[in-house]
């Protein structure tokens, strides 16, 4: 028979601060997708897996000092050394749905002062995510969330400076309308995550993958 254009899966970001619900929103997202027959995978930054997410681990439980810059480019080499498992899976049709990538890595490090290009570059030309989900969340709010207050960065005047970046950068997200997210119950924010994901999916079948920043 005639030759099926060959679809790829789609690379959908949720980013955010603190707390915002980025880890409940991404189980229950790629369950729904599962549930509903694409092909999907989850996967979260930093991957706290391999030999240079085992550093960065270390770092942010407060175990280990490291100097600003350097620490910067292991959370970006820990995207990068993630790219052939990325491109392969979403080559082949399978979809991911990502916790953090770079706009994390920029704004935390651009929190504590280094310059906004500088923290860009490393991240130039990695794999771009095809929509970016930012759950924007009051720092207030995050502040009564479980679990908050544990690992470095975890403080409320380094978060709102963070945020603060954040909001600065969603004019270089492909997000749609996404005020308030974290606001709303979990089922709200998770039944407008559902129709975007599938949205992108459909819509990125056929386009080709796009770098980073460039
Ligand atoms: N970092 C960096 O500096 N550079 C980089 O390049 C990257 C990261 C990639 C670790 O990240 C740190 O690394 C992070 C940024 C920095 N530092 N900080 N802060 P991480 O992703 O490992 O951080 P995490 O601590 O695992 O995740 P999180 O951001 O703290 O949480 P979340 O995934 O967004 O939220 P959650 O766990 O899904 O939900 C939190 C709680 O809220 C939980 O009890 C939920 O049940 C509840 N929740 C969730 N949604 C709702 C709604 N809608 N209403 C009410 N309650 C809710």
Request: charged residues 30%; contains cysteine; neutral net charge.
């Amino acid at each position: 028979g005639p030759l099926q254009p060959l679809c790829r899966g789609a690379f959908i970001l949720l980013e955010g601060c603190d707390r915002a619900g980025k880890s409940t929103q991404a189980a229950k997202l790629v369950r729904k997708l599962k549930a509903r027959g694409f092909l999907v995978e989850h996967m979260r930054f930093p991957d706290r897996t391999t030999p240079i997410g085992n550093m960065i681990d270390a770092y942010l439980k407060s175990t280990k000092e490291l100097d600003d810059h350097a620490v910067h480019l292991l959370f970006s080499a820990n995207r990068w050394e993630c790219m052939a498992k990325m491109k392969k899976l979403l080559s082949s049709g399978t979809s991911i749905v990502v916790e953090r990538y770079a706009y994390s890595g920029v704004t935390f490090s651009a929190a504590k002062g280094l310059e906004l290009a500088w923290c860009k570059s490393p991240d130039i030309g990695l794999l771009a995510p095809d929509v970016t989900l930012f759950l924007d969340l009051p720092i207030c709010e995050a502040g009564k969330r479980e679990g908050f207050g544990e690992e470095r960065y975890e403080n409320e005047d380094f978060q709102r400076n963070v945020r603060g970046l954040f909001l600065d950068m969603k004019h270089d997200m492909t997000v749609g309308d996404i005020q308030n997210y974290a606001r709303k119950t979990i089922d709200e924010i998770h039944g407008e995550l559902v129709a975007s994901a599938i949205e992108t999916i459909k819509k990125c079948a056929t386009l080709p993958l796009k770098d980073l920043w460039k």
